[in-house]
């Protein structure tokens, strides 16, 4: 479609009506297969045992499953549903899907509706062109889903979804959802050993993620006319507007009508499947958004994240949105992110990082707090790498998000804690002076914290949110790292608690001594990991760097922390991902990030080459004409009354040189870096030596922008794409 047809289509749009008179309480989880729903579908018996494997993670014997599938499909079918599927992620970052229906015929004119434990449980996967990282050999190329019952089947668009794990015949994980489900029994297993010395009633600890998604809403026939955005989900050139986020008219600004309808519709979808949706406001950037759910169980809360996501593009399509997840759609302005909100909950209700009122509640929060905070500390870069894509790149250190160096923010309060901590020095620590800093934890500080929003981890009052997640993220993987290495953590903690409390010899300690002792020894070794400054500045790299902090700015680097011996001791002891499962996952992500440069390569010469070129030439020719025209009036006067034009006409032939000689430069080395012999090799070039053609090639662009006659330019521009919805 050309821009001007383009922009008149947008003028002309309407807000879609959305129905009002609905209460959303009655919406709610309507399409989801709950606990309610099964029980007034199964029998006691087959409830009781489907609940135990939710809670205890307990296999579902066949005779049940048969069982479980008939209410299930019968439950479906009520809704609607003609299909099912296993669904789900693939380590491609989204969501998988392959629909069968429930109809068997049994003869020639016969059929019935069908659907058996064994359909259920697992299914062969005969989808062979998923990542595997070489997992898979092409002479085995089975996979297999099997059912997650900690995560609720749902109904939609008249299909059953049952959300599944995807695996290789090997065992070997091919999706984000085993490894997570592993890290979240390691954390369990771990919590619930250090929970137990402050109650003996805790028998499990759960964890609760809550995802801000951020996102930009575009209108559709505006973005089929830009390539870049339509295939790599950026602007890969375009000059900024006049007016960008300046004034900061936005955050927080009336929503715009048609953009009001559309959040209206997806929450109804979301409300219907469960999405416990809560939040929406306009972002910072223009036509930037935000959404955000009430937390939850974190397996449930990525599949939901994961489901969100699918039911925002579907949405977008009939309000003739373009959804953009990329982190950096747009240069100038804010980019998106995901924030990942993450606390630990006991089976007894307690939030383990919330401060509570008595100084043994006290004393467990902040065990809780400084284990996070150690192995944080630990793990910095593996954390880091649980965020770097080719998209979160550009958008990492870009001065609105945090950098790529992991911190922790605490606020002032706590940082003062921790100082009367630390100040005790060696000595044995008395029951008294044990009360004494544990109840200068004031009980109620939620929301004190004051908001530094340059940093990646920050602790805001009762959770810890993780900033750096990109807002394209499939939450399962960061969500995966950071359980894995606060169980980790809490498992060395009792440890060492263990050893105080059992040493012979010396008096061995009381409870509250061993737990204080080892916290101060946290709270001592995690200093450098802690910082309340501006994360944006340059001091702070200077300053971390000294710190022994990590700052890979770029994916390739960041990853290769996921193979290092102590990530793969890591992973291994904790029981998350193998040896051959983590070279297995390095390998796509790095196939991933050579492929997303590499697209973003060709388009780019694509556009410069089809579309800005042949624009620059025919408004030069025009110029041309203008001044042979001059000159035929004229005569030789007309030097004086082109000047202008002559000017353009230099410049404009300065800036096609320049994008021609760029262009196949870049064309030359990428056709190098692809006979580069390992994938690690190719990352790396594909990162120092074909990325950095991107900016300059659209450096010149974006000045024949500003020098073309706007109505021969072809691409919508920032002006049209920002501001207009
Ligand atoms: P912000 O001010 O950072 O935008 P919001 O209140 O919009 O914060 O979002 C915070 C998110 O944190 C919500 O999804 C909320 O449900 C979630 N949250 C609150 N408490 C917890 C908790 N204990 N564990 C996990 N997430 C939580
Ligand atoms: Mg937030």
Known sequence: MLRFDALSEVRQRKPLPVSSCE?????FAQNVFHEGAMRERMTREVFESVMNSIRRGTKIDRHIADQVAMAMREWAISKGATHYTHWFQPLTGGTAEKHDAFFDPISSREAIEHFSGNLLVQQE????????????????????????????PFVYENVLCIPTIFIAYTGAALDNKTPLLKALTAIDKAATQVAQLFDKHVSHV???????????????????????????GRTLLGHQAAKGQQLEDHYLGAIPSRVLAYMKELERECLLLGIPVKTRHNEVAPNQFELAPIFSEANR???????LMHLMRKVAEKHDFTVLFHEKPFIGVNGSGKHNNWSLSTDTGVNLLSPGKTPMSNLQFLTFFLCTIRAVHRYEAILRASVASATNDYRLGANEAPPAIISVFIGEQLTK??????????KEISQKETLNVINKIPDL?????????????????NKFEFRAVGSSANCGKPMMVLNTIVAKQLTDFKKEVDSLLNSSGKKSLKKEEAILKVLRSYAKASKPILFEGDGYSKAWEEEAAKRGLSNHKTTPQALKENVSETAIALFEEMKVLSRTELLARYDIDLEEYIKTVQIEARVLGDIARNHIIPTAVRYQNILIENVQGLKDIFGE?????????????????????EIHSKVSLMVETRKKVNNLPSVEEKALAYCQEVRPFFDPIRYHCDKLELMIDD?????????????NN
């Open 301 to 307: 809360a990525v599949d939901q994240n994961a489901l």
């Open 711 to 723: 109505e021969l330019w072809t691409l919508t521009k920032y002006r049209e794409l920002l501001f």
């Open 23 to 27: 209460r959303l309480s009655d919406l």
């Open 206 to 232: 759960t964890t609760t993620l809550g995802c801000e998604q951020e996102y930009f809403l575009i209108d559709k026939s505006l973005v089929a006319t830009r390539p870049d955005l339509l295939i790599t």
């Open 417 to 426: 804690i921790l100082q009367t901590l630390i100040q005790g020095g060696d």
């Open 445 to 461: 500080f939620i929301d004190t914290t004051d908001r530094n929003r340059t940093s990646p981890f920050a602790f805001t009052g």
């Open 637 to 657: 006067g007309y030097r004086e009354l082109a000047f202008e034009q002559i000017d353009l006409i230099q410049h404009i032939s300065e800036h096609i040189k």
């Open 125 to 152: 996967s005969d989808a062979s062109s998923f990542p595997n990282g070489g997992i898979r050999n092409t002479f085995e190329a089975r996979g297999y889903t099997a059912w997650d019952p900690s995560s609720p």
